[in-house]
Every structure is written in C-alpha cells, then in structure tokens.
C-alpha cells in the first residue's frame, strides 16, 4: 500500500447487527430503539501497514478516514526490559504515545488524544462548513487544537477553566481555533454542557465522543501498534479510564486482529483503572451493574476536581450502552483498577526512573492499575502484557521548547441567557 485512497467501509449497529452506509457524520442509527454504538465494518479483512511516512496513517485501512492531514504520528510499542526487570514482567510491552524522540515518539502534545484528532479531523466530509465542536478535560483540547490549526480546520473546544493550563502549545494557533470555558469550579461535565449548547446552532456540529466510530477507530491504532511490534495478539491491555472509550477501542481492535487471522485467535483481558475518589465505572462494575450506581451531581464534582488525573473525570461515560465499556469487559474478561493520587506520584516516579521519560498522571494510573492486577493474581506474570502509556515527555517538551498557551474567548454557562448567539458571534 503505497498510495492513499479514502477507506472503504459499512456501519454496523452493536445492539441490532444492522449494517448500513455512512452517509456523512453519523454517530447512531437511526432506525435503533435504544442506546447503542455504531462500529466501522471495513472492506480489508486483513490490515496492510502503509509507509512509516504516512505517520498514523499507516494503520488508515482501518481508520475511517477521507485524507490525510499533515503533522501526525504513530504510537511507538517496545519491549520493556527495565521497568519489566523491576515488576517481574518478562513479557512487558509499552505502547508510548507522547514525545520521546530517542524512541521513535514524535507527538508534540505528548499525548495519545492524536491519534482522536488526526482521525476524526481526516473523517470530515467534503465540504463540510460548520464548525467542529468538542469539549474535552484538556488533553482531547490540546490535540484537536494542534491538529486544526495546522490544517486550517475551525474548531470551537469547550474547557473547564480549572483545566486551561493543559492547552500549551509549541507555536500560537491559528485564528480558526476558539475556546470557550465554564467558570472556575467547573468540570468536564459543565464543559460538555457548555458544549452541547452550542451545538444548537446551525453554525456548529458535535464531534461525539465515543459515538464518533473515527475517535474509536484512531485510539485503536495503540492495540494495532503493539499487534504490529508484537506480532500477535497481547493477552492483557492497561489503560487508565476517563470516559473508557478507549478501552472499548481497544476490544474492537482486538476483535478485528482476530478476523484478520494472522495475530492469533484470543480475546486480551481488559485492565482499565480510575483515579480514586472519582470511580464511577469501578463502582458499578463492581457491584455487577451495567448501570452506573445512582450520584449526586454536586458529590460527583467534588470528586472530580479532586483527582490529579484530571482528564479522568468523566461523568457520562459510554458505560452501559450497548457496546460500551460494560459490554466490552463482559466479552473479553478482565477488571476496573484504581489508584490514587498518592500512588500517582509513586508511579510517575517508577516509570522515570525505569524507563527513562516523565508520564502524565493518568497514565501512572494505568501503571498502579497493573501492578494490583499482576499482584492479585488476575493475570499471569509470564503473560504478553500491553502498557498503553497514553501521554509522556510533556515535561521534556516543555524543557526543550518556548510554549504558548490558548486562552479562552468566552466564560460562562450552559444556561446563561444569550449564551449560544455570544458563541456564534466568535465565528464572523
């Protein structure tokens, strides 16, 4: 494969089986009765790599993608032998996505969220005028802000204010890129809101979340990196969890593997982990429940802003649809780990020390999320394990560089009166 053509591929609803066509920015179906996810059904059984060249593009057989942007990168896997020397893990992979040039890592804003953005970005169809909308902890922000100001894409992100210090960037962005912020004590659930207002405006369109099959779709590339360096199928996936899109990307990359026939044949048990106290997902999984257990909107906030691993603190994570995080851990086996913050900082200090490179909180999450399930006897010491370190090297980048930071146009509330027209006015 060494000439690009748009993908080809069919959606499949998870709850009915029903395929259908993508006719533009679909992000359910619409002839489904109750909540469930759509999946990309892609005509290549069995994946070609494309040139190292193409950055994440390589994996674009599975990626519903339309073009190719400029600037991207791929997740780097390798065997771990140090920090796997210092757990007992012989067979340790870590799946590195971040900066980290030594290893092959080019991703400027230190974080896996690149893989979202170059994938959802490359999804937007021909002709497209409205303005891209997404609401995001900080991370998610950083990457689709590089990402379409590079590429001359207008997007609005809605942060919580509390979290603004993430979106640093190496140059200044271009003017297509707004910000809009609920106010300090916000979360990530007032900047959806926030959000989702704007997108009651004809100017505006959603970018979906886990419904959208090309953020799923650019995450799984991490699972299709380590299956590539590997050579099969890894037995366990870690990951820290904040909405757990990307453990339910990872399951469907999994079962894609297994249909191309050349990975192996076995489904990986999934690890995904929380930062305590804020444990939505562990709680109702837990106690059994494919609801998530009922929580007091004031009490769950709390919660959030309380968590070091700021960018886990999803309230209305794709838990219980059909297709989500309950489905996926039900199918492939596996446990929801925590860890907090104290263990954040222990785990930072590990992986520095190990492997040689700074981790962002909520992969050190991911990192304790392991440990307890080796240490519980959940996983065998000898089995292939998948580490998805999903940012690092922000503190070496930001050594090595002058950054610039994005402040915000707007400050305000869902519910404050002209809220919408003030935000369609930043686009004239």
């Given at each position: ?307 070091d691993a700021k960018v886990l603190s999803n309230r209305r994570p794709p838990y ?106 930043l686009f004239l």
């Open positions: 494969m060494n000439s690009f053509e748009p993908t080809k591929y069919v959606l499949e609803t998870v709850a009915t089986g029903r395929r259908f066509e993508d006719t533009g920015w679909m992000l359910a179906d619409p002839q489904c009765s109750e909540p469930s996810l759509i999946r990309a059904i892609y005509d290549k059984k069995q994946i070609e790599f494309g040139p190292e060249a193409w950055g994440i593009y390589t994996f674009a057989d599975w990626m519903p993608v339309r073009r190719m942007l400029k600037g991207s990168a791929p997740t780097v896997t390798y065997h771990s032998e140090k920090l796997g020397a210092r757990l007992g893990l012989p067979n340790l992979w870590i799946a590195f996505s971040g900066w980290w040039p030594e290893k092959g890592a080019a991703m400027s804003t230190a974080s896996f969220k690149e893989t979202e953005a170059y994938s959802v970005c490359a999804h937007i169809p021909d002709g497209e005028k409205r303005v891209l909308v997404v609401s995001s902890a900080g991370n998610t922000a950083r990457a689709f802000a590089k990402v379409c100001s590079e590429n001359n894409i207008p997007l609005l992100l809605s942060v919580p204010e509390e979290n603004i210090g993430a979106l640093w960037f190496e140059k200044p962005l271009n003017d297509c890129v707004k910000l809009i912020c609920p106010p300090k004590g916000s979360d990530y659930f007032d900047a959806i809101a926030l959000g989702d207002a704007a997108c009651t405006s004809k100017k505006f369109f959603a970018e979906g979340g886990a419904k959208n099959i090309a953020r799923r779709d650019g995450m799984a590339t991490t699972v299709l990196s380590a299956a590539r360096a590997i050579g099969r199928i890894p037995d366990a996936y870690f990951q820290a969890i904040g909405s757990g899109t990307g453990t339910i990307a990872a399951w469907e990359a999994n079962l894609r593997l297994i249909g191309d026939g050349r990975f192996g044949s076995h489904k990986m048990k999934l690890f995904p982990s929380q930062n305590v106290p804020f444990l939505p997902m562990h709680n109702a999984w837990k106690a059994g429940s494919r609801p998530l257990l009922p929580m007091d909107d004031e009490a769950a906030r709390k919660q959030a802003l309380q968590i219980s649809l059909r297709g989500g995080v309950f489905d996926a851990l039900s199918d492939a086996g596996g446990d929801i780990e925590k860890a907090d913050n104290d263990d954040i900082r222990a785990m930072q200090q590990l992986f520095l020390e190990t492997e040689g490179i700074d981790i962002h909180p909520a992969a050190a999450v991911a990192l304790q999320g392991m440990i307890n399930a080796f240490e519980a006897g959940k996983v065998a010491k000898d089995a292939v394990a998948m580490l998805n370190i999903t940012g690092g090297g922000e503190a070496r980048f930001k050594a090595e560089h002058a950054c610039h930071y994005l402040q915000p146009s707007l400050i305000g509330n869902a519910s404050d009166p002209g809220i919408v027209e003030k935000i369609e006015k």
